[in-house]
Structures are given as structure tokens and as C-alpha cells.
């Protein structure tokens, strides 16, 4: 499966973004998705993950309560909503697909996206 990654950008502290990752080349609920992201120098990190219909939600503690992960099957999309954002959100932002459900780990994904870039100013 190919995975687009798109809608960061340059953001005031407080405020919000939604990124989308559209999904071609395989049937798209088939895969469990999940975002993460990286900062120069560190190592990629999980953000959210949800199942191949919309259930079981996990979120890292850093963004519980402010990010909301989504997917449309019908348009092969998942989403990240981010809401109150801060500098330390700054971070490329990479989608990812595995046919497994549950992992939080970079390992457990097999398909990844390019990245898009969320900067955030203070």
C-alpha cells in the first residue's frame, strides 16, 4: 500500500492543524494506521493508532486530550487532528499501515508515508 501524508505547515502555539494520509493500492480496511513523528536527531515516536474500522484508539500521553485520530474508509484517508498545539509538537509527521492491530512501535508498521513537516511557534 502507498501512502500520502499531507496538511502540515507553520502553526501559532495554540492553535490547530489536521493532517490527512490518503492510502492507494490495497483494499484500505484492511489496515490498522497510525501516525508518529521525528525530530532531528531523535528517534521516530508513536502519536495515535486506530483499527480497520475506527475502534481502538491509542494515543501517546504527550497528546491525549488534544490530538483526535480518525479514518474515512470510503476515501482510504486517515487523519490526525491536532487542537492546542505546542512547540514541542514541532515534528515531521509520518503515517503508517500494518495488517496487525495494536502496535505502537515503528517496528509494527510496514508501510510508511513520506513525512509532512508541523512546526509550531511559540
Partial sequence: V?????G??????GGSLRL?????????????MGWFRQVPG?????????GWSGGGRQYADSVKGR?????????????L??????PEDTAVYYCAADPAYGNTHVQGYRYWGQ???????S
Fill in 115 to 121: 513525512g509532512t513537516l508541523v512546526t509550531v511557534s
Fill in 42 to 50: 531523535k528517534e521516530r515516536e508513536f502519536v495515535a493508532a486506530i
Fill in 20 to 32: 490527512s494520509c490518503v492510502a492507494s493500492g490495497r483494499t484500505f480496511s484492511n489496515y490498522a
Fill in 8 to 13: 502540515g505547515g507553520l502553526v501559532q502555539a
Fill in 81 to 86: 487532528q491536532m487542537n492546542s498545539l505546542k
Fill in 2 to 6: 502507498q501512502l500520502q501524508a499531507y
Fill in 67 to 79: 490530538f483526535t485520530i480518525s479514518r474515512d474508509n470510503a476515501k482510504s484517508t486517515v487523519y
